[in-house]
């Protein structure tokens, strides 16, 4: 609690520098939030390339919007909705676009089956990518990125029953699909 606090008090502090026009405030936000706003991006969209598109789409909403922040503590998950956002815009246009370009995303998302022969995390990280869009972000924002119920409901625009029931339902099928692999081979 205390933790989370501190934390708070810190995004506020460094959105109301954002907002101030401090010069090194931005580059302060982006040393912070750089990494786990590009991993939750390459999750969402699949691939890392597509990833940093979105970023910096993200960096330019955040320098034309972060005046217009309302609550400055809540600076974490509102950099997590505007990447929410973009990432998912970039997704519909991309299917609008051209169904060949989202196949190759569902290539993207339907990565090989985990192995046990590698790191623990490459297996979570692998299983996780196999995940339908809706679970993997619950999963990567509450257990990966710290976000509460509440923020995450904020962030993909849901009840918090909802986001509780993904949380679930992902937990579920990420435990079916590393069970469902033995040292790199499907049991069947």
């Known amino acids: 609690m205390v933790n989370e606090c501190k934390e708070r008090v810190q995004f506020e502090w460094l959105a109301l520098r954002c907002q101030t026009s401090d010069p090194a405030a931005f580059a302060?936000?982006?040393?912070?939030?750089?990494r786990p706003l590009l991993y939750y991006a390459t999750s969402l969209i699949g691939n890392q390339d597509a990833a940093l598109d979105v970023l910096q789409d993200v960096w330019l909403k955040v320098v034309r919007g972060i005046r217009r922040l309302k609550d400055p503590g809540s600076l974490?998950?509102?950099?997590?909705?505007?990447?929410?956002?973009?990432?998912?815009?970039?997704?519909?246009?991309?299917?609008?676009?051209?169904?060949?370009?989202?196949?190759?995303l569902d290539d993207a998302f339907n990565i090989d089956e985990p192995s046990f022969n590698e790191e623990d995390a490459t297996a979570i990280r692998d299983a996780l990518s196999r995940l339908g869009v809706k679970h993997r972000e619950v999963l990567v924002l509450h257990f990966l990125q710290d976000l509460s119920i509440m923020e995450i409901a904020n962030v993909v625009g849901c009840s918090e029953g909802t986001v509780k029931s993904r949380i679930h339902y992902a937990k579920r099928q990420l435990k079916q699909i590393l069970e469902g692999v033995k040292y790199g081979t499907a049991i069947e």
């Open 76 to 104: 974490k998950p509102w950099l997590y909705a505007i990447t929410h956002g973009v990432a998912v815009d970039r997704i519909r246009r991309d299917y609008k676009r051209d169904k060949t370009e989202q196949a190759k």
């Open 28 to 34: 302060d936000l982006i040393a912070v939030m750089e």
